[in-house]
């Protein structure tokens, strides 16, 4: 018996698109951002459904070929994905494909893209407390000659210094492969994309000192402003370790 061949992104979103069972298609990943599609993209789709429907399309549940990877999940599923979770970056970007809801799933990826601001508050002292962590043991690793861990801490510090500042947007943070295309199109208030992008790129290879004091400056004054000095206080004399000499 011949295989049979797998069901293509256009195949699948016509079939979809005939079932009333579905609600809304969207689409995530490099597919939903222009500009980075290569040869090796699939399109990652889900595929919400009205809640308590039933559907043939249960069939392609964990469907994953290297053209299609599906999500098939009701509505009330897809109003949870990424709240809290590592999708929430990917569907606040995400493209819709199908909204037979009269707007609501676009309004559903739209709630996904703003934190509110209880949770972004809670979110970048966090952050916040977890980037002058692995800041201050960088500097101190630098000091006493422990390069591999200062590096090492150096490269952690950027991880939750981008999860800060975007919080402090109220954005979630976008995946590494993404940031850079998300900086260009929607910069962060107050920061110079281009001397933000050196610096981390400088602090994660190198464990630069001197560049990580002056970014520091800069993050405890927008932090400051932000209503987070408890949390740098709670540094006391350590700060002065962290900042410019």
Do not use: C
């Not at 992104?9 to 995530?28: M, N, Q, S």
């Not at 308590?52 to 069939?59: D, I, N, Q, S, V």
């Not at 002058?132 to 630098?142: E, G, H, P, Q, T």
Request: aromatic share 8%; no cysteine; glycine share 6%.
């Amino acid at each position: 018996m011949t295989a049979q061949k797998p069901i293509t992104y256009d195949a699948f979103v016509e079939l979809a698109t005939a079932d009333p069972a579905v609600v809304g298609l969207v689409l995530k990943g490099s597919r939903a951002h222009e500009g980075m599609i290569t040869e090796h993209s699939d399109h990652d789709l889900y595929v919400v459904l009205e809640v308590g429907a039933t559907t043939a399309l249960t069939r392609f549940v964990g469907h994953r070929t290297p053209e299609l990877d599906l999500v098939i999940l009701s509505l009330d599923e897809f109003r949870a994905a990424g709240m809290p979770g590592f999708e929430r970056y990917a569907l606040a970007r995400a493209q819709v494909v199908l909204d037979r809801l009269d707007g609501d799933i676009a309004q559903i990826l739209a709630t996904k893209a703003r934190l509110d601001a209880d949770e972004a508050f809670r979110e970048a002292g966090e952050w916040l407390d977890a980037y002058a962590n692995s800041l201050y043991r960088s500097v101190k690793n630098d000091r006493d000659g422990h390069r591999l861990a200062a590096r090492l801490d150096a490269a952690d510090s950027i991880r939750f210094l981008l999860e800060l500042l975007f919080a402090l947007d109220r954005r979630p943070r976008p995946y590494n492969k993404y940031l850079e295309w998300e900086l260009a199109r929607f910069p962060l208030p107050g920061w110079d994309t281009g001397l933000l992008l050196d610096a981390a790129d400088r602090i994660s290879s190198v464990g630069d000192v001197s560049t990580q004091r002056r970014l520091f400056a800069q993050v405890e004054a927008v932090a400051r402003r932000a209503g987070h000095s408890a949390v740098l206080d709670a540094w006391g004399e350590d700060l002065a370790l962290m900042r410019p000499q």
